[in-house]
């Protein structure tokens, strides 16, 4: 993924890897750092329910590779489950980006 860094130096950069930290109270802070001026954009947090979600989500999508597995329902499920980590992510970005906890 290649990235801009805009609230930084401004320099394109290729995002290699992400990074995890816990922050504290479960929740993790995924992010990844610009190569050239070490700014650091969050790309998401997640709390114990939200990756619990995402658990459930990856099972649903090793469904799709399998041929005999009712596809439709899979995909039904993954739209429900990545609309319902999305809502809950926003959430918890704005709890924390707005200092409360
Ligand atoms: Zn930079």
Same mark, same amino acid.
């Given at each position: !993924?290649?990235?801009?860094?805009?609230?930084?130096?401004?320099?394109?950069?290729?995002? %290699?890897?992400?990074?995890?930290?816990?922050?504290?109270?479960?929740?993790?802070?995924?992010? #990844?750092?610009?190569?050239?001026?070490? @700014?650091? @954009? +969050?790309? #998401?947090?997640?709390?114990?329910?939200?990756? %619990? /979600?995402?658990?459930?989500?990856?099972?649903?999508?090793?469904?799709?590779?399998?041929?005999?597995?009712?596809? +439709?329902?899979? +995909?039904?499920?993954?739209? %429900? /489950?990545?609309?319902?980590?999305?809502?809950? !992510?926003?959430? /918890?970005?704005?709890?924390?980006?707005?200092?409360?906890?």
């Amino acid at each position: !993924m290649k990235t801009n860094c805009d609230a930084g130096c401004h320099i394109a950069f290729e995002v %290699e890897s992400f990074s995890t930290t816990r922050i504290g109270d479960g929740v993790d802070k995924i992010y #990844f750092v610009c190569p050239h001026c070490q @700014y650091e @954009y +969050v790309a #998401f947090y997640t709390d114990p329910e939200i990756r %619990e /979600l995402q658990v459930k989500i990856r099972r649903i999508q090793q469904r799709f590779a399998n041929p005999r597995a009712d596809t +439709v329902k899979a +995909v039904q499920r993954e739209a %429900e /489950l990545k609309q319902q980590i999305k809502g809950k !992510m926003d959430a /918890l970005r704005a709890r924390i980006e707005s200092g409360q906890s």
